[in-house]
T-cell receptor
Framework: AQSVAQPEDQVNVAEGNPLTVKCTYSVSGNPYLFWYVQYPNRGLQFLLKYITGDNLVKGSYGFEAEFNKSQTSFHLKKPSALVSDSALYFCAVRDENYGQNFVFGPGTRLSVLP | KAGVTQTPRYLIKTRGQQVTLSCSPISGHRSVSWYQQTPGQGLQFLFEYFSETQRNKGNFPGRFSGRQFSNSRSEMNVSTLELGDSALYLC?????????????FGPGTRLTVT
């Protein structure tokens, strides 16, 4: 069975500082990993994904994520946080096996303080 | 390309009534998934449709049903509404139903049951 954990309900960071939102996963096969962001009263927006290859993937709005197979982690990072990055962030996993649906983590609320 | 659209955006219903929500996927996307989002339970997978057939179903009672039309548009229906059905219902479409294809989400339908 697939599962995703986001160990922090809330992350606070000062504007201009680097940010990290953590995600760990569990799948039976090779994972496809995704990050989404949700702003208030909006649907989820796709940020980036890991399929295979380079462990560091770059996405929208200056975000990047690092895949670590040994630690089964896929942490989201940004070198310099903006107040406008404040939102709810979801990590999701899909097993490479046929017919598996997406499984989303519980979400991490990021607050960037001016 | 137009994004995923959902109608209506807001809905207020009374306990015991039924409701139908509509989703139009991105043009060319044939996989449509539905999710329920609540503060307590997070994002929960309802079901997925592909080529007018339900391919996956989450752990929801039979009061929740859906269908997909030949143009890939999808509807979900909730009968005999309960207070606990109050939630944001999100529709997501994807180019393919397997592999590393990300899902694109609509803005959601906010359902309030009184």
């Amino acid at each position: 069975a697939q599962s995703v954990a986001q160990p922090e309900d809330q992350v606070n960071v000062a504007e201009g500082n680097p940010l990290t939102v953590k995600c760990t996963y569990s799948v039976s096969g090779n994972p496809y990993l995704f990050w989404y962001v949700q702003y208030p009263n909006r649907g989820l927006q796709f940020l980036l994904k890991y399929i295979t290859g380079d462990n560091l993937v770059k996405g929208s709005y200056g975000f990047e994520a690092e895949f670590n197979k040994s630690q089964t982690s896929f942490h989201l990072k940004k070198p310099s946080a903006l107040v406008s990055d404040s939102a709810l962030y979801f990590c999701a996993v899909r097993d490479e096996n046929y017919g598996q649906n997406f499984v989303f983590g519980p979400g991490t609320r990021l607050s960037v303080l001016p | 390309k137009a994004g995923v659209t959902q109608t209506p955006r807001y809905l207020i219903k009374t306990r015991g009534q039924q409701v139908t929500l509509s989703c139009s996927p991105i043009s060319g996307h044939r996989s449509v998934s539905w999710y329920q989002q609540t503060p307590g339970q997070g994002l929960q997978f309802l079901f997925e449709y592909f080529s007018e057939t339900q391919r996956n179903k989450g752990n929801f009672p039979g009061r929740f049903s859906g269908r997909q039309f030949s143009n890939s548009r999808s509807e979900m229906n909730v009968s005999t509404l309960e207070l606990g059905d109050s939630a944001l219902y999100l529709c997501a479409s994807s180019l393919r139903r397997t592999g590393a294809y990300e899902q694109y989400f609509g803005p959601g339908t906010r359902l309030t049951v009184t």
